[in-house]
């Protein structure tokens, strides 16, 4: 019996690998395999045809300096912010910590809508770099945020001391520096990756484009190519994009291994900003006012009626404005939200036995759990079509025989988003196990209890908080997910996914409300601990 529960324990963790391997390691070998696989054998003519390619190199460029421009905003916003509300006395800063991850919950299409409604010429390098370098500055926010808080204040007090303010704050920069890099990789790769944003901000008049539109572009075209090589031009052009990807979230990760909770229990003092204290709210606010208040306050006037001159703004209005939501758009919201809890749900029990293996035996397993997070969703979506529907060993998943479409239906989307986000549960939940006592599972050990029991209430039972975190984090980032939505057919009704054709029709009115819903319930997930057990926010977390 203790064998065959063994086995048993380990079946989750075997389910996850298989899941990964099926979903993200499989689509992956088949589009590097389809490159050099022509029609008369092996060939490099696709490869060759890259080198050659300017236009690439010039793409490459723009994402380049969009990614970095976006860093260094998204550094100066979240790190800032994480300065102010973590270790000086900011006014109001127990309210602006909690409320420097909204951002985060804001899909920042969502921001390019406001963005192009406040100000009509927004077709330019710089808005562009602006709104991405806010939307990702949430991830600088809550890891320096991480480092301040892991950092020891007995230390900082000597170094004070002994010499001085500056340097006692150039050596707490150093020691949150593995945490603050690590943020801004992470929002560097998101930038570059991103392929909706840049695509709606510059529509019109386009003069530049980034890696990653080029990358949709040569997949829209595909159809139309003559030749090998441009046919396979979007997976060509896709790896070595992904190869560098993966590099820089492979350093993310060791930088992040690299400063690990240290237990401290003193937390730095509190610096007194004297004359500059309440200037400094200027920086926390110009942060919220663009991340959340530029979107909300254009969705809201959408919803009022603003796009429009028949008829003049009010809740009258509204109401029109809400029963075309109800009759039009409602649905795409349902679909919405029921697709990110269903992909909540799968993210939190896959993640659950990756993040177990991964911090206790198998380090290997945050590189592989982290793969489809350095991976565009364009490119995952390419991968996952081509696998699915034109491999023949999977084809009979995709295709469905006797009726059943597996492809086109919500589970393959719900697969698709579950694969996309698994990374952001499965890194949280490994490093909340490293936390946990090993003398503990240890003891556990000799009680005379089935191996099933000792995973519940050792493994599991410990991790549940993290696993809420966990899941109200993929469910957001599920809901304002859009690129992968352009890809997948069941995703293309997403609420996103129609908000981002709708606003190009001239349906702001019933958007703006369905945006709003939205985001009401985006927001509401995180707050329901809160609300329900009277717990107060923590900052920044």
Not at 28 to 37: D, F, G, Q, S
Not at 273 to 295: D, E, F, K, S, T
Not at 336 to 341: A, C, E, H, I, Y
Request: hydrophobic content about 55%; overall charge positive.
């Amino acid at each position: 019996m203790g064998a065959h529960s063994e086995r048993y324990t380990k079946a989750p963790l075997w389910l996850a690998l298989a899941f990964l391997t099926a979903f993200a390691v499989v689509p992956l070998a088949v589009l590097a395999y389809e490159t050099v696989a022509g029609p008369d054998g092996f060939t490099l003519a696709a490869w060759r045809a890259l080198a050659d390619d300017d236009n690439l190199r010039e793409q490459a460029m723009a994402s380049l300096r969009l990614g970095l421009v976006a860093t260094v905003l998204s550094l100066l916003l979240g790190g800032g912010t994480a300065w102010l509300c973590t270790a000086c006395d900011l006014p109001g800063r127990r309210w602006f910590g909690p409320l420097a991850v909204a951002p985060l919950v804001v899909p920042p299409i969502f921001v390019a809508m406001g963005l192009a409604d406040l100000w009509r010429d927004v077709s330019g390098f710089w808005p562009c770099a602006i709104l991405l370098g806010t939307s990702h500055a949430p991830f600088v926010a809550v890891l320096a945020a991480r480092g301040l808080r892991a950092v020891d204040g007995r230390a900082y007090e000597a170094a004070l001391l002994l010499r001085g303010r500056a340097a006692a704050d150039r050596w707490l920069l150093r020691s949150i520096a593995p945490e603050l890099i690590a943020g801004c990789l992470l929002a560097f790769l998101f930038t570059v990756a991103d392929h909706g944003v840049p695509e709606f901000l510059t529509v019109k008049g386009k003069t530049w484009h980034t890696y990653a539109e080029g990358i949709f572009s040569r997949w829209s075209r595909r159809a139309v190519g003559t030749t090998f090589a441009e046919v396979q031009s979007p997976i060509v052009a896709a790896l070595p994009f992904l190869a560098a990807l993966v590099c820089l979230l492979w350093a993310a990760l060791r930088l992040r291994a690299a400063a690990p909770d240290r237990g401290v229990r003193q937390p730095l003092p509190v610096q007194p900003l004297g004359r500059l204290r309440w200037p400094a709210l200027l920086l926390p606010v110009a942060y919220l006012a663009m991340g959340i208040g530029v979107p909300v306050l254009v969705l809201a006037r959408w919803a009022l009626g603003s796009a429009q001159e028949r008829e003049p703004m009010g809740l009258d209005y509204l109401r029109e404005s809400y029963a075309k939501a109800m009759d039009q758009g409602f649905a795409a919201f349902s679909h919405s939200v029921w697709l990110g809890l269903g992909t909540a749900a799968v993210v939190v029990l896959l993640a659950l036995p990756l993040a177990r293996q991964s911090a206790r035996r198998w380090p290997v397993l945050d590189v592989v759990a982290a793969l489809p997070a350095a991976m565009p969703a364009i490119l995952l979506g390419i991968a996952l079509v081509r696998t699915f529907t034109g491999n023949p060993v999977f084809a009979w998943i995709g295709g469905g025989a006797d009726g059943w479409d597996f492809y086109s239906g919500w589970g393959f989307a719900v697969c698709g988003y579950a694969v996309r986000l698994l990374p952001f549960a499965a890194l949280t939940l490994a490093s909340q196990v490293r936390r946990q006592s090993l003398t503990a599972e240890e003891a556990g050990r000799l009680v005379p209890r089935s191996a099933t029991h000792r995973a519940l209430r050792l493994h599991v039972a410990p991790l549940l908080p993290a696993a809420w975190s966990a899941f109200v984090l993929t469910f957001v980032l599920a809901l304002r997910e859009l690129d992968l939505a352009v890809m997948l057919p069941a995703a293309n009704a997403t609420a996103v996914r129609r908000l981002a054709n709708a606003v190009h029709f001239q349906h702001e009115d019933w958007s703006g409300v369905i945006a709003l819903m939205l985001l009401a319930t985006a927001v509401l997930l995180p707050l329901l601990p809160s609300l329900l057990a009277g717990r107060k926010l923590s900052s920044l977390s």
